[in-house]
C-alpha cells in the first residue's frame, strides 16, 4: 500500500466586504498556529491563503481525519478573526489593488518574474502525492498518469467565478495556471536520466531558478520522494478531496504495476486538459485508449476501471465510486457553485462555500 499526501490551500475572505482578507501579522500567526491534526499549516503566495499539508496517510480514514479536522480548525478559527475560509478553486471577487504577497524570497522572485500573473494568483488548488520507491518507478508513474489528468481537472472543477460573474469555464484556475513558465502536461519520458536532463535544461533558462518552478500537472517531488499530482482545485468539501485523492493513489499504483507502452502526445494532452477546464463533466472529455472525445462520466468510469484493482486491494472500491457517482451526479463543484451564484450572489456563494467546507454529511 503505497503511503499518501493532501495539501489544500484554502481561501481567506474579508466578511464584510467579501473580497479576499487583508490579515495583519498578528492574525497570519494566529491562523498557522492552530494545533494541526498532523501535518504542516503555512501561509501561501497570497497572504488570503492558507495551505495545509497532511502528515503521511495510508487509509481513507487517516486522510478523512486529518482533512476535516483540519478544516474545521481553521473555520472556526477565521470566524473568531472576523474572517471566513472557503475551499473555493478562485477568489470569486476581486479587490481594484492586488492582493499582498506573503513573505518568502520564492514568493518575491515569482512576483517580479511576471507581475500581472502573480497579481492574479488568487487560485487554490489540491496536490495529491503518492509514495514511490525511487526515481525511474516514479517516472514509469509519470508517464502513466498523463493520460489521467484531464478526467482528473474535470472531475475536481471548482473555479467558475471570476470576478463576481461565471467564468465560463469549470475551471477557470486551470486555465489562469497554464500562463506560468512551465506548466501543462509533462513529457513522456524515456527513464530517470531523461527526467534529470528535461529538468536540468529548464534550470539552465534565465527564468527556471529552481525545481519547485517546474509545475507541470504531475511531477516527482523535489523534496518528498513522491509522484505529485497538481491537476485538481481544492474541493468543496473534505469526502470530494478524499475520492479524487484515493482515485489518484490507486491509478499511480496501477499504471506502476501494469504500464500502457502507448505514449499519447502531449499536445493532444493539453488540448484535452483545456477542454476538461471549459466543460468540466458537463460535456465530453477525451478517452485516452481511444483518444478521441467521448462523454464525459465514460471517461471518467474509464478511469475507476482502470484503478479498480489497487481501489479493491485497499477497501478503498466502493468508497470512491461512491464519491465519483455523487460528483457525476450531484455535481461537481464548479455546478454547485454556479447554482448558489445563481441564488444568492457572490454573498451567497461564500455562505454555501462556507456550510461545504466543514460538511460531514457526504463521508462513507
Known amino acids: ?127 495529491v502525492h503518492v509514495g514511490v520507491p525511487d526515481q525511474e518507478t516514479g517516472v514509469r508513474a509519470l508517464n502513466g498518469i498523463r493520460r489521467w489528468l484531464p478526467v482528473l481537472t474535470a472531475l475536481s472543477a471548482n473555479s467558475p467565478v471570476w470576478r463576481g460573474v461565471d467564468s465560463g469555464f469549470a475551471s477557470w484556475r486551470s486555465i489562469h495556471y497554464r500562463r506560468w513558465v512551465v506548466n501543462g502536461t509533462p513529457p513522456h519520458f524515456v527513464d530517470a536520466a531523461d527526467y534529470d536532463s528535461h529538468i536540468a535544461a529548464l534550470l539552465r533558462t534565465d527564468v527556471i531558478g529552481e525545481e519547485a518552478m517546474v509545475g507541470w500537472l504531475a511531477r516527482l517531488s523535489p523534496r518528498h520522494g513522491t509522484v505529485e499530482i497538481r491537476a485538481c482545485d481544492v474541493q468543496l468539501s473534505a469526502d470530494d478531496a478524499l475520492t479524487l485523492a484515493l482515485l489518484i493513489r490507486s491509478l499511480v499504483e496501477v499504471e506502476i504495476e501494469d504500464p500502457v507502452a502507448e505514449a499519447i502526445p502531449t499536445a493532444l494532452l493539453d488540448v484535452a486538459h483545456w477542454q476538461a477546464a471549459r466543460f468540466g463533466t458537463a460535456g465530453t472529455l477525451m478517452d485516452a485508449g481511444v483518444q478521441r472525445s467521448v462523454p464525459a462520466a465514460a471517461a471518467v468510469w474509464a478511469a475507476v476501471e482502470r484503478a479498480q484493482p489497487t481501489l479493491a486491494a485497499h477497501g478503498d472500491d466502493e468508497r470512491v465510486r461512491a464519491g465519483v457517482r455523487r460528483l457525476l451526479h450531484a455535481g461537481t463543484g464548479a455546478h454547485r457553485q454556479r447554482d448558489a451564484l445563481a441564488r444568492g450572489g457572490v454573498s451567497g456563494l461564500l455562505a454555501f462555500a462556507g456550510e461545504q467546507m466543514t460538511s460531514r454529511e457526504s463521508c462513507a
Open 1 to 127: 500500500m503505497s503511503a499518501f499526501g493532501i495539501e489544500e490551500e484554502y481561501l481567506l475572505v474579508d466578511r464584510a466586504t467579501l473580497l479576499p482578507a487583508a490579515p495583519t501579522s498578528e492574525q497570519l500567526r494566529a491562523l498557522t498556529a492552530i494545533p494541526p491534526t498532523g501535518g504542516q499549516i503555512t501561509t501561501e503566495w497570497l497572504a488570503c491563503q492558507v495551505e495545509y499539508a497532511s502528515a503521511v496517510l495510508r487509509t481513507a480514514e487517516e486522510g478523512f481525519d486529518a482533512l476535516i479536522g483540519f478544516r474545521e480548525a481553521l473555520a472556526a478559527a477565521a470566524d473568531r478573526l472576523g474572517l471566513s475560509a472557503a475551499a473555493l478553486g478562485t477568489a470569486p471577487q476581486l479587490a481594484e489593488v492586488p492582493a499582498a504577497i506573503s513573505d518568502g524570497e520564492r514568493y518575491r522572485e515569482m512576483t517580479a518574474l511576471a507581475p500581472a500573473i502573480a497579481a492574479e494568483q488568487l487560485i487554490n488548488g489540491m496536490h
